[in-house]
C-alpha cells in the first residue's frame, strides 16, 4: 500500500485507487450508499472513475467528492488495505488548487480557524446574536448538566446550512479558556505526572463543560495539567476540505506551541483532534524534519479514556459514575476514535466498570453522520444517516449517551431533539469521577 505524505502526487492516488478489484465490500460498509444507493458516491465508484474526478469535468462529480463522510469504514472493510479515505483528501486537494476554495470556505478557514483570537471574537458576537433567536427547553441537549436552560435552536455561525430545522445547543456564554487557567495542578501531589491538554474549537466554545470535567479528573489521579493558551484549531476540517497550504500552517502553529510545553503526555477529548495530531499532522510535513518533529508529537498523544485507563481499576483510583444511582447508558463510538485512532477497548472498558448492568450497548455501532462540514453541506443525507443512531438509541431506552468527540455529541443532541427521544448527550469526562 502507498503511504501518503503532503507531497504524494496524483499518480501515486491513482496508483492505489487502481488496485481496487471491485469487489463491492465497501458499498455494504458505506453509510452514505445506505441511504443514497449510488455508485458514485462509494469508494469503488470514486475508484472506477478516478480519471473523470482527476479532470474535474463534471460538476456532479466534484459535489460528490464531497459526499464521502471519510469515516474509514470502506478502508476497515477493505481487502487490499486500500486508504480510501485519503485518496479521497487527495483529489479535494486537486480540485481546490485547480478551482479555488468558495468564498464562504476562505473566510472561515484562512480568517477563523486559522487565527483562535479573531474566531474567538466572532463567536462572541454570535453568543450576543443567538439570545435574538428563539429559545426551546430541549431536555436531549443536556448542554452543562443542567436540563432547565432553554436552549438556543439554532447555532448561529457564518453558514446559512446550520440554520435548517436544527436543535443545537448555544455558544458557551464563557468560553474554557475564561473558566480554567493555564496551569491546573493537581491538588494532592499523587503522581508527577504532567500534560498538555489540546481542547479543540467545539469544547472551548459550544462544551466547555466536557473541558472542565477533563482536567477535574485528571486532577483527582494527580496530574497536572497545562492548557496552553495559544494553542489553535487542529485544522483538520480545514485539510479535508483539500486546503493543504493553510491546515498545514495552521498544524506547524500548533506543533511550536506543543513543543514549548514540559509535559509526560499530550491529552485530546476531541476523536477529532486527536486524530489530527496523530494521523494528519504527520502527513502535512514538508520536509523530513518536519516530519520527525510532527512524529515526536503524535507518539505522546493520548485520548483521555486511554490516558484514564493507563492508571488502572484499582483501590487508589476506582471509577465511580457522577450521575444519579441506577442512571442507564451507552457509548457512541466516534469514527475518529475507533477507526482513525483505534481506540475501542478504553472507553468501554472504563464504561462497563464504572456503571456495571447500567451499561448498555448500541446495537447499531456505525457513525452517526455528522463529518464535520458534511453535516453543513449535505445535512438532509447527514439527517437521514444520524437518524438510524437516534433510532438505536430510542430503542436502547438509555438515560444518557455518552460519547468523546463533541462533533458526534452535536449531531446526536440534534437528532434526539428532533425526533422526540428522551435522554442526555455528554462526554466521558462527564461522566465518570475518582472521588471517594
Same mark, same amino acid.
Given at each position: 500500500?502507498?503511504?501518503?505524505?503532503?507531497?504524494?502526487?496524483?499518480?501515486?492516488?491513482?496508483?492505489?485507487?487502481?488496485?481496487?478489484?471491485?469487489?463491492?465490500?465497501?458499498?455494504?460498509?458505506?453509510?452514505?450508499?445506505?441511504?443514497?444507493?449510488?455508485?458514485?458516491?462509494?469508494?469503488?465508484?470514486?475508484?472506477?472513475?478516478?480519471?473523470?474526478?482527476?479532470?474535474?469535468?463534471?460538476?456532479?462529480?466534484?459535489?460528490?467528492?464531497?459526499?464521502?463522510?471519510?469515516?474509514?469504514?470502506?478502508?476497515?472493510?477493505?481487502?487490499?488495505? =486500500?486508504?480510501?479515505?485519503?485518496?479521497?483528501?487527495?483529489?479535494?486537494?486537486?480540485?481546490?488548487?485547480?478551482?479555488?476554495?468558495?468564498?464562504?470556505?476562505?473566510?472561515?478557514?484562512?480568517?477563523?480557524?486559522?487565527?483562535?483570537?479573531?474566531?474567538?471574537?466572532? =463567536?462572541?458576537?454570535?453568543? &450576543?446574536?443567538?439570545?435574538?433567536?428563539? +429559545?426551546?427547553?430541549?431536555?436531549?441537549?443536556?448542554?452543562?448538566?443542567?436540563?432547565?436552560?432553554?436552549?438556543?435552536?439554532?447555532?448561529?455561525?457564518?453558514?446559512?446550512?446550520?440554520?435548517?430545522?436544527?436543535?443545537?445547543?448555544?455558544?458557551?456564554?464563557?468560553?474554557?479558556?475564561?473558566?480554567?487557567?493555564?496551569?491546573?495542578?493537581?491538588?494532592?501531589?499523587?503522581?508527577?505526572?504532567? $500534560?498538555?491538554?489540546?481542547?479543540?474549537?467545539?469544547?472551548?466554545?459550544?462544551?466547555?463543560?466536557?473541558?472542565? +470535567?477533563? $482536567?477535574?479528573?485528571?486532577?483527582?489521579?494527580?496530574?497536572? $495539567?497545562?492548557?496552553?493558551?495559544?494553542?489553535?484549531?487542529?485544522?483538520?476540517?480545514?485539510?479535508?476540505?483539500?486546503?493543504?497550504?493553510?491546515?498545514?500552517?495552521?498544524?506547524?502553529?500548533?506543533?511550536?506551541?506543543?513543543?514549548?510545553?514540559?509535559?509526560?503526555?499530550?491529552?485530546?477529548?476531541?476523536?477529532?483532534?486527536?486524530?489530527?495530531?496523530?494521523?494528519?499532522?504527520?502527513?502535512?510535513?514538508?520536509?523530513?524534519?518536519?516530519?520527525?518533529?510532527?512524529?515526536?508529537? +503524535?507518539?505522546?498523544?493520548?485520548? +483521555?479514556?486511554?490516558?484514564?485507563?493507563?492508571?488502572?481499576?484499582?483501590?487508589?483510583?476506582?471509577?465511580?459514575?457522577?450521575?444519579?444511582?441506577?442512571?442507564?447508558?451507552?457509548?457512541?463510538?466516534?469514527?475518529?476514535?475507533?477507526?482513525?485512532?483505534?481506540?475501542?477497548?478504553?472507553?468501554?472498558?472504563?464504561?462497563?466498570?464504572?456503571?456495571?448492568?447500567?451499561?448498555?450497548?448500541?446495537?447499531?455501532?456505525?457513525?452517526?453522520?455528522?463529518?464535520?462540514?458534511?453535516?453543513?453541506?449535505?445535512?438532509?443525507?447527514?439527517?437521514?444517516?444520524?437518524?438510524?443512531?437516534?433510532?438505536?438509541?430510542?430503542?436502547?431506552?438509555?438515560?444518557?449517551?455518552?460519547?468523546?468527540?463533541?462533533?458526534? &455529541?452535536?449531531?446526536?443532541?440534534? &437528532?434526539?431533539? &428532533?425526533?422526540? =427521544?428522551?435522554?442526555?448527550?455528554?462526554?466521558?469526562?462527564?461522566?465518570?469521577?475518582?472521588?471517594?
Amino acid at each position: 500500500m502507498s503511504r501518503f505524505s503532503n507531497n504524494s502526487t496524483m499518480q501515486e492516488c491513482l496508483r492505489e485507487s487502481t488496485r481496487c478489484i471491485g469487489c463491492g465490500t465497501c458499498l455494504v460498509s458505506c453509510p452514505v450508499y445506505a441511504q443514497e444507493p449510488c455508485e458514485e458516491l462509494t469508494a469503488r465508484g470514486r475508484n472506477q472513475h478516478i480519471f473523470d474526478l482527476l479532470e474535474a469535468k463534471d460538476d456532479e462529480a466534484k459535489k460528490d467528492l464531497f459526499k464521502c463522510l471519510l469515516c474509514g469504514r470502506c478502508t476497515m472493510v477493505c481487502p487490499r488495505g =486500500i486508504r480510501n479515505d485519503i485518496v479521497v483528501e487527495r483529489l479535494r486537494e486537486l480540485q481546490v488548487k485547480r478551482d479555488g476554495l468558495p468564498k464562504v470556505k476562505s473566510l472561515v478557514f484562512r480568517h477563523l480557524l486559522s487565527n483562535r483570537k479573531t474566531m474567538a471574537k466572532a =463567536i462572541r458576537l454570535a453568543a &450576543q446574536a443567538q439570545k435574538l433567536l428563539p +429559545a426551546e427547553k430541549v431536555v436531549a441537549l443536556g448542554v452543562a448538566s443542567d436540563p432547565s436552560k432553554p436552549t438556543v435552536r439554532h447555532l448561529p455561525l457564518f453558514f446559512s446550512g446550520l440554520m435548517k430545522d436544527r436543535r443545537l445547543p448555544a455558544v458557551a456564554s464563557e468560553f474554557l479558556f475564561e473558566k480554567l487557567p493555564e496551569v491546573n495542578p493537581a491538588p494532592v501531589a499523587k503522581s508527577k505526572i504532567r $500534560v498538555a491538554y489540546f481542547v479543540g474549537c467545539a469544547t472551548e466554545f459550544v462544551l466547555p463543560a466536557s473541558g472542565e +470535567a477533563i $482536567v477535574r479528573v485528571l486532577n483527582e489521579v494527580g496530574v497536572d $495539567v497545562v492548557i496552553p493558551k495559544e494553542q489553535g484549531c487542529c485544522g483538520l476540517a480545514v485539510h479535508v476540505n483539500g486546503d493543504i497550504e493553510t491546515a498545514t500552517a495552521m498544524a506547524l502553529h500548533n506543533l511550536k506551541v506543543l513543543e514549548q510545553v514540559e509535559c509526560d503526555y499530550i491529552i485530546t477529548s476531541c476523536a477529532t483532534c486527536g486524530s489530527a495530531l496523530r494521523d494528519i499532522w504527520p502527513r502535512l510535513a514538508r520536509t523530513p524534519e518536519e516530519k520527525k518533529r510532527f512524529e515526536a508529537l +503524535a507518539a505522546k498523544v493520548r485520548d +483521555a479514556s486511554e490516558f484514564i485507563l493507563s492508571f488502572g481499576f484499582t483501590d487508589v483510583f476506582p471509577y465511580k459514575s457522577i450521575l444519579p444511582r441506577g442512571t442507564t447508558v451507552t457509548w457512541h463510538e466516534p469514527c475518529h476514535l475507533g477507526r482513525h485512532q483505534h481506540v475501542s477497548r478504553e472507553p468501554l472498558t472504563i464504561l462497563r466498570r464504572t456503571f456495571g448492568k447500567d451499561f448498555h450497548e448500541l446495537k447499531e455501532t456505525g457513525c452517526c453522520g455528522f463529518g464535520g462540514s458534511f453535516n453543513v453541506y449535505n445535512y438532509d443525507l447527514s439527517k437521514k444517516i444520524g437518524r438510524i443512531k437516534a433510532d438505536n438509541i430510542r430503542e436502547t431506552g438509555v438515560d444518557y449517551v455518552i460519547s468523546a468527540c463533541p462533533g458526534c &455529541q452535536i449531531q446526536i443532541m440534534d &437528532q434526539m431533539a &428532533q425526533h422526540g =427521544i428522551p435522554g442526555r448527550v455528554i462526554h466521558l469526562a462527564e461522566a465518570i469521577t475518582f472521588r471517594g
